[in-house]
């Protein structure tokens, strides 16, 4: 092929008929020396099975109606008559026996069968991809809406098969000339990207040449990030090339190779094709020495993979309950310890042995310090949770576990206020803890949660407070806050999306001892929404609707 397909063959003013007229007028010259050579008679007639293709691959191509305007046919047509005349050459040499030596010989036979089933190969490939016809289509059949568009579709269409087509300097080639185009135009390339495109690429992922490497992954890298082509590259085979990468590519083809495999590994089946091609164990390392983007990427992939159950205890036994720690303590962007949090929130879910392991590798610690920050992650209280009930409230305790919930449910997302107080809800088994956090400033906070938008927010508010009201201080702090009678009545809505509407009856029916609460109560509404929750068998319903109306007509009594 020509400059571009790395066979070796410059252009030159032929035209493709020309071209095509000289592949045919060598294809019986080559068979007739072929078939008089006696020496070598193995490879010779594999060679002899090959060139009588040749033929009908040129006849494919000529029968093309645009096969003269594209340079791709023209280039294919040069490079099929260089081996042809390789053919002859060497078929001489063994008639003539004159050859430097046996070996020398069939080193170059091998070499010549190698190059006509990449010409007979790529011939197929011309046809098949259909960029004769789609590089020549005009303006209103490509469906773009100016002439540099279309040079631009026309020069990809033509550029792509090239991925595909030729030898490996050709290949290369085109991958520069696809990374240069993907600055200007990355939409415009993904929008053409087919399938054997994609393959293609795929297999350049495996060149010797590291520079190939990094840019072949830097295309798969946006293929990946786009959200269009992951169960292409997946079904071609791209994840051992790329977990390959992350062990040993240079710096820019790791961050590369990790960024796809982040994106890739959103999917269960791809997580767990991961962990089955070996790729724990270098994502791991990049989080314990990588660069910040490669390290937050990896601890990114690492938490999707967690995210399945089954695979959890395999990342457990290559050390990552260790690593994720350390990644919460040093991390170097803030996007690793998130990452590190939501792992190990995952990892600590379902599995009790985990959860001691994380214990033990002072992963409770670590978490309480990052929930330090300004804006505390929800994921890092979830995980906390999931902890609690492996370790004493004692040592929870003096790890300065309860003003961490506290500064949570100030200054935390919606998100991870409510984790707070479901964790609180865990954690509040004895009425010493119940004071504990009671003390520490809790019942306020809680009870502005039940104005939330959210009805998971509002209902695990209430199940903390109607914890919390079992003991006689907090139940005085409670009936002392303004807002704490009208937003537990309004919870009484008995309404199917109403969920918390059991945890309101609890919390009223310990405020009801007071006189003041009770009047409250009655004049927001309560009489109506228990009436309706007695009917609906709502536990403590029925026991607290004759308490506000026993109360009711002693009121009515004592005006009269």
Known sequence: MGEGTGNGVLADGKSAEEWLWHAQELVPMALDKARKVKGFPGRWKIIIFKLEQVPSRLSDLSSHPFFSKNA?????????????????????????????????????????????????????????????????????????????????????????????????????KAVDSLVEIMKEDEKGVLSVMGRSNIAALVELLTATSHRIREKTVTVICSLAESGNCESWLVSEGVLPPLIRLVESGSTVGKEKAIISLQRLSMTTETARAIVGHGGVRPLIEICRTGGSVSQAAAASTLKNISAVPELRQVLAEEGIIKVMINLLDCGILLGSKEYAAECLQNLTASNENLRRSVVSEGGIRSLLVYLDGPLPQESAVRALRNLVGSVSMEVLVSLGFVPRLVHVLKSGSLGAQQAAASTICQ??????????????????????????????????????????????????EVKKDDKSVPNLVQLLDPSPQNTAKKYAVSCLASLSSSKKCKKLMISYGAIGYLKKLFEMETPGAKKLLERLERGKLRCLFNRK
């Open 72 to 172: 791709l046919c023209k280039e294919q047509l040069q490079a099929v008559s260089k081996t042809l005349k390789e053919a002859i050459e060497l078929a001489d040499l063994c008639l003539k026996e004159k050859y430097e030596g046996k070996l020398k010989m069939q080193s170059d036979l091998d070499a010549l069968s190698g190059k006509l089933d990449l010409n007979l190969r790529d011939c197929g490939l011309l046809i098949k991809t259909g960029v004769l016809g789609e590089a020549t289509l005009p303006v209103s059949l490509v469906g773009l809406s100016s002439e540099s568009e279309t040079a631009t579709h026309g020069h990809l269409k033509e550029l792509l098969p090239r991925l595909q087509i030729g030898h490996l300097e050709a290949k290369h």
């Open 427 to 476: 954690v509040c088994r004895t009425n010493e803890t119940k004071k504990l956090v009671g003390e520490a400033g809790c019942i306020p906070l809680l009870i502005r949660m039940l104005e939330a938008k959210s009805n998971n927010a509002r209902e695990v508010a209430a199940q903390a407070l109607s914890s919390l009201v079992t003991v006689s201080q907090n139940c005085r």
